[in-house]
């Protein structure tokens, strides 16, 4: 098993193939602050490299043998194959080379309190909840969030040895690897069939997960969620369930009420039988779930609750989760990261319930397997919308398919009765946004490609092209 132990230096110069992911550049930034030696290469420059590089790491664009300069320790994403020359040249000078996952779930020994957030839908929400109630305590936590929080001016925040929280993505079978103190698991679902060969392949990678920890583990998990039940018997140390109306599990939101735009109110039933009452600062229904994980695991590992109750009620969310951009003729212009069918309609049916006029989603598939492997369930995820506008599928780590195309999703959505439109560009878009807004109207792109940039087009253009 890889070890690495953060005090000792005993990797003291580690480079990392593909520095400026969300993750890997979350690393970086914390062995930096804590004095190690950093290098790294991406393909492009970016606000995030350029940032690690004005914290005195030496990145390289573009990936070259050359970029191998004598390192103890050599990290590299799940999207570097083994043609990768620097990953060869490491490999031939014998010097250690481990992935992003078995890094992370090393680095997750070295703390006293580590809150690790799986699941297919919400980690990122999740994380950020709870990194905010730790922000405003009195500890200093170390954190790494796959997106960025204004509390913290960005994704990663170093702090003492004490606290760790981070996201642990299944992907690639990672969180095998991991081994947190607390284990949080929010649900389990069908996603990353590129990887995965179905449901069952994934409930098995959970089950191995939980069987990682020791007897002093804490798993937290939603009761709610059927596919979770699947994983129970492997979990290890204390099982500590929640649920929305459920009394079967030990924490239970009810008396759920919405205020005028949808945010929650809730009272929840704690482990010893009292009752808290909590309000969050976001909209949604779903929204419950994600805030009960983050109380449970910030209670449960010693913060108190005025403090949770305090920051769940001024948390207003990550950037790319429902996050208003501006507004187009009093037309609200919202963008999210939602990639998921099931993440498409929780979100659709939070915005509906609240909208005075049409809801139009705009939807940028992401990747070109589960575009096709959950395609049916694509077409049952935007009953919400009065209007859904497909653009073309991006790509990102996969080669073109020509066996799926938004085209086809299109047709299949209006077989279905769904008013749906194909426009193939960012432009097209934007101005069709144009042609069909009107006040009250609340117009949301979404994918976890680039769909935040359309929505910025749609309010940064709107002067532009109408003179």
């Given at each position: 098993m890889f070890e690495f132990n953060l005090n000792e230096h005993n990797y003291?110069?580690?480079h990392f193939i593909g520095i400026?992911?969300?993750?890997?550049?979350?690393i970086a930034s914390l062995l930096l602050n804590k004095g190690y030696k950093v290098s790294?290469?991406?393909r492009s420059m970016t606000d995030i490299v350029n940032n690690l590089k004005e914290n005195g790491a030496e990145v390289f664009i573009g990936q070259k043998s050359e970029n191998i300069k004598n390192p103890d320790l050599v990290v590299y994403t799940d999207a570097i194959l083994d043609d990768n020359e620097e990953l060869i040249a490491a490999r031939k000078l014998d010097i250690p080379v481990v992935t992003r996952g078995v890094f992370l779930g090393a680095l997750m020994r070295n703390y006293k309190h580590s809150i690790a957030v799986s699941g297919s839908h919400g980690k990122s929400t999740t994380t950020s909840i709870i990194s905010k109630i730790l922000l405003n305590s009195n500890e200093d936590a170390s954190i790494l969030l796959g997106g960025e929080l204004d509390d913290m001016d960005g994704n990663v925040h170093v702090g003492d040895d004490?606290?760790?929280?981070?996201?642990?993505?299944?992907?690639?079978?990672?969180?095998r690897y991991y081994f947190p103190q607390t284990v949080i698991i929010l649900n389990i679902d069908q996603d990353h069939l590129d990887y995965y060969k179905d449901l069952n392949d994934i409930v098995n990678t959970f089950k191995a997960y939980l069987r990682n920890q020791d007897n002093n583990s804490k798993t937290i998990l939603n009761l709610n969620e059927e596919n979770n039940k699947l994983i129970l018997d492997s979990v290890q140390g204390e099982l500590i369930t929640y649920a929305q109306e459920n009394y079967d599990a030990d924490y239970v939101a009810h008396n759920i009420a919405f205020d005028e735009i949808g945010r929650p109110n809730f009272d929840l039933k704690m482990k010893d039988g009292s009752i808290e009452h909590f309000e969050l600062g976001v909209i949604g229904r779903h929204n419950i779930n994600n805030a009960m994980a983050a109380i449970i695991a910030t209670y449960e590992n010693g913060i108190d609750l005025d403090t949770i109750?305090?920051?769940?009620?001024?948390?207003?969310?990550?950037?790319?989760?429902?996050?208003?951009?501006g507004h187009v003729n009093d037309t609200t212009i919202m963008t999210d990261y939602g990639h998921h069918p099931s993440e498409i309609e929780v979100t659709l049916d939070a915005l509906k319930e609240h909208t005075e006029g049409k809801l139009v989603c705009i939807w940028q598939p992401h990747t070109y397997s589960r575009t096709k492997t959950l395609f049916d369930d694509f077409l049952n995820c935007f009953d919400s919308a009065d209007e859904v506008i497909v653009t073309d599928i991006y790509a990102a780590r996969e080669k073109y398919d020509p066996t799926i195309h938004s085209k086809d999703v299109v047709d299949a959505l209006i077989e279905k009765g769904i008013n749906a439109k194909y426009l193939a560009t960012f432009e097209e878009a934007r101005d069709y946004v144009y042609e069909i807004a009107n006040p009250s109207d609340l117009i949301i792109t979404t994918g976890c490609g680039n769909p935040d940039v359309l929505a910025h087009m749609i309010v940064d253009d709107q002067v532009k092209v109408s003179a």
């Amino acid at each position: 098993m890889f070890e690495f132990n953060l005090n000792e230096h005993n990797y003291n110069y580690v480079h990392f193939i593909g520095i400026g992911g969300i993750s890997m550049s979350g690393i970086a930034s914390l062995l930096l602050n804590k004095g190690y030696k950093v290098s790294g290469s991406d393909r492009s420059m970016t606000d995030i490299v350029n940032n690690l590089k004005e914290n005195g790491a030496e990145v390289f664009i573009g990936q070259k043998s050359e970029n191998i300069k004598n390192p103890d320790l050599v990290v590299y994403t799940d999207a570097i194959l083994d043609d990768n020359e620097e990953l060869i040249a490491a490999r031939k000078l014998d010097i250690p080379v481990v992935t992003r996952g078995v890094f992370l779930g090393a680095l997750m020994r070295n703390y006293k309190h580590s809150i690790a957030v799986s699941g297919s839908h919400g980690k990122s929400t999740t994380t950020s909840i709870i990194s905010k109630i730790l922000l405003n305590s009195n500890e200093d936590a170390s954190i790494l969030l796959g997106g960025e929080l204004d509390d913290m001016d960005g994704n990663v925040h170093v702090g003492d040895d004490k606290y760790l929280v981070t996201e642990a993505c299944e992907y690639k079978g990672n969180i095998r690897y991991y081994f947190p103190q607390t284990v949080i698991i929010l649900n389990i679902d069908q996603d990353h069939l590129d990887y995965y060969k179905d449901l069952n392949d994934i409930v098995n990678t959970f089950k191995a997960y939980l069987r990682n920890q020791d007897n002093n583990s804490k798993t937290i998990l939603n009761l709610n969620e059927e596919n979770n039940k699947l994983i129970l018997d492997s979990v290890q140390g204390e099982l500590i369930t929640y649920a929305q109306e459920n009394y079967d599990a030990d924490y239970v939101a009810h008396n759920i009420a919405f205020d005028e735009i949808g945010r929650p109110n809730f009272d929840l039933k704690m482990k010893d039988g009292s009752i808290e009452h909590f309000e969050l600062g976001v909209i949604g229904r779903h929204n419950i779930n994600n805030a009960m994980a983050a109380i449970i695991a910030t209670y449960e590992n010693g913060i108190d609750l005025d403090t949770i109750r305090k920051n769940l009620k001024t948390y207003t969310g990550l950037k790319r989760r429902m996050e208003i951009i501006g507004h187009v003729n009093d037309t609200t212009i919202m963008t999210d990261y939602g990639h998921h069918p099931s993440e498409i309609e929780v979100t659709l049916d939070a915005l509906k319930e609240h909208t005075e006029g049409k809801l139009v989603c705009i939807w940028q598939p992401h990747t070109y397997s589960r575009t096709k492997t959950l395609f049916d369930d694509f077409l049952n995820c935007f009953d919400s919308a009065d209007e859904v506008i497909v653009t073309d599928i991006y790509a990102a780590r996969e080669k073109y398919d020509p066996t799926i195309h938004s085209k086809d999703v299109v047709d299949a959505l209006i077989e279905k009765g769904i008013n749906a439109k194909y426009l193939a560009t960012f432009e097209e878009a934007r101005d069709y946004v144009y042609e069909i807004a009107n006040p009250s109207d609340l117009i949301i792109t979404t994918g976890c490609g680039n769909p935040d940039v359309l929505a910025h087009m749609i309010v940064d253009d709107q002067v532009k092209v109408s003179a």
